[in-house]
């Protein structure tokens, strides 16, 4: 069994469209289920499926039961899939009604899953409007979305997705998404703060995780420049998950990042990784 210590980490199923690319997808195969026990044989808090509402209702159904069964807790899914054109930063009543419809089909995935925490883009930005005017848009469509979301007793985590890597996107910085989840002042609204995302924008990990604690849920990890495996990069994962640990949280530490080296051979190399870093003989 993985020793993963006292960090929940929860690998992922899915990270990207098309589905199939699970983390271990070469040692656990294809089929979710089968993922879910070859995670859960190894010790894994939970799991994380950014494309969750892409997969048919009846396999939603059988995923929240495996889980149920091993006793792991469903991680991040994303919640608004609609990123063609403005939603969150536009003041129209259709693209408000878009996000309200989105965040009602995502309540019943939720509900299928026992999930709580869903990712919230904020999608493109709009040339033809000024910023300020943008936030104050998304910070007003989140209000109308805030409702429905504690209603349903699901909390949307707001996420800073770099630039560098999407261009285009709204919210890239995490003090612009600390600034917009204050300013909606809700408990259903809250940050991911995605470790991979922040360094690629403006590093200064520990200190940008103490200036916006109070409004975390969430952590999702990656090495940067690749989003590969901690140790496959810049990133002082020892430091940084020592932090966290030590400031008292104790929720899921989401493995959002791909594999450096190809093949089941990666994929052990990955479980012995996080081996190394819980027992603190990591070399990094």
């Known amino acids: 069994m993985t020793n993963v210590g006292k960090m929940r980490f929860a690998p992922h199923i899915g990270l990207s469209k098309p589905l199939g690319d699970g983390l271990f997808k070469n040692l656990a195969g294809d089929d979710p289920i089968d993922q879910i026990k070859f995670i859960a044989d190894r010790g894994f808090a939970g799991i994380e499926d950014n494309f969750l509402k892409l997969r048919p209702v009846e396999v939603q159904e059988k995923i929240g039961k495996e889980l149920e069964r091993h006793g792991m807790e469903m991680g991040c899914f994303v919640n608004n899939l609609v990123l063609e054109y403005p939603t969150f930063v536009s003041n129209s009543e259709e693209a408000r009604e878009v996000l309200l419809q989105q965040l009602r089909e995502t309540i019943e995935v939720a509900k299928r899953v026992n999930g709580k925490y869903v990712t919230t883009l904020s999608g493109p930005l709009d040339p033809r409007n000024y910023r300020d005017y943008q936030t104050t848009n998304t910070i007003e469509n989140l209000k109308y979305c805030a409702?429905?979301?504690?209603?349903?007793?699901?909390?949307?985590?707001?996420?800073?997705?770099?630039?560098?890597?999407?261009?285009?996107?709204?919210?890239?910085?995490?003090?612009?998404?600390?600034?917009?989840?204050?300013?909606?002042?809700?408990?259903?609204?809250?940050?991911?703060?995605?470790?991979?995302?922040?360094?690629?924008?403006?590093?200064?990990?520990?200190?940008?995780i103490d200036r916006v604690w109070d409004e975390i849920v969430c952590f999702q990890i990656a090495d940067a420049p690749r989003r590969t495996e901690p140790t496959s990069g810049e990133i002082n994962y020892k430091a940084i998950l020592k932090h966290i640990y030590a400031k008292g949280y104790t929720g899921l530490v989401e493995m959002e990042h791909s594999i450096s080296q190809p093949g089941p051979e990666g994929e052990q190399a990955v479980l012995e990784i996080y081996d190394a870093l819980v027992s603190g003989k990591c070399q990094i």
């Open 147 to 208: 409702e429905l979301a504690e209603s349903a007793g699901i909390i949307l985590g707001i996420e800073a997705i770099t630039g560098k890597w999407w261009t285009g996107t709204f919210v890239t910085t995490i003090p612009h998404a600390y600034l917009i989840t204050k300013a909606v002042n809700s408990p259903a609204v809250k940050l991911i703060f995605d470790i991979f995302q922040v360094q690629m924008e403006s590093g200064n990990i520990i200190e940008n």
